[in-house]
């Protein structure tokens, strides 16, 4: 991680380091990063744990560093709350690239022309406040998780394959495959869904990608 760290200084940006989850998770709350790069194989309280518990306090982006064989890791990683990875073993340049295009990524997201506020039945998604409210009460998403709801509900019923959502969510310029998306997908019904098993907010087209269910229009809505 020596030479991470003095990489990414190198590109201008200020490191906080940690040896072990326990310290990471001090790291976060002492510094509130901009981006966290979390390893899932760290001693004593693992990567996944730490995921987690970021998670429950912050919605900061999170690049998980995996090994490459372990897709399993991977999926787990994008399940608890990671917004991307990159696999092991990597180059430091390609390292920096991924930081930067995750942090221009949040950065952009407001700029696109259009309504500041979308609605939907009983949910509110505030592109200004970057909040979306289901029923009253505030959701809490992953920057990953904001960006594919509002690339979507910005254009109800458009069909979008994977590799569409792949582009707008992650980039094409790294590996990514469709279960990206996927656990992005299944993680956000869980949030914003009533039963995330039938959703009515995004739907699967099957055989082609997912769509923002065109009939969730509200009479208040702004399309």
């Known amino acids: 991680m020596d030479i991470v760290k003095s ?11 940690a040896t072990d989850g326990n310290e990471a998770l001090v790291e976060v709350q002492r510094f509130n990063p901009n981006l966290v790069i979390l ?3 760290l001693p004593g309280l693992n990567g996944e744990e730490v995921c987690q518990r970021i998670r429950k306090r912050s919605n900061v982006p999170i690049l998980m560093l995996t090994a490459k064989t372990d897709e ?3 999926i787990i990683g994008l399940e608890i709350g990671a917004d991307d990875y990159v696999t092991k073993p990597f180059s430091p340049r390609e390292l920096v690239a991924r930081v930067r295009a995750i942090l221009r990524r949040v950065n952009l ?5 259009g309504p500041s506020e979308l609605v939907f039945r009983d949910l509110k998604i505030d592109l200004v406040r970057h909040q979306v409210v289901k029923g ?12 594919l709801l509002i690339f ?3 254009h109800p019923g458009r069909v979008y394959r994977r590799s569409q959502l792949l582009e707008e969510v992650v980039g ?3 590996e990514a495959y469709d279960r990206v998306i996927d656990a992005h997908v299944k993680n956000l019904r869980k949030k914003i869904e009533d039963d995330p098993e039938n ?18 229009l509200s009479e208040n809505s702004q399309p």
């Open 39 to 41: 390893d899932l194989n």
């Open 172 to 174: 094409s310029s790294f």
């Open 109 to 113: 997201q407001f700029e696109e022309e």
């Open 199 to 216: 959703p009515c907010y995004v739907l699967t087209v099957w055989g082609l990608g997912y769509k923002f269910n065109e009939n969730a």
């Open 7 to 17: 990489y990414l200084e190198k590109n201008n940006f200020a490191v906080r380091t």
């Open 72 to 74: 399993v890791d991977r």
């Open 136 to 147: 009253g009460q505030i959701v809490e998403l992953t920057p990953s998780e904001f960006r």
């Open 152 to 154: 979507m509900a910005r």
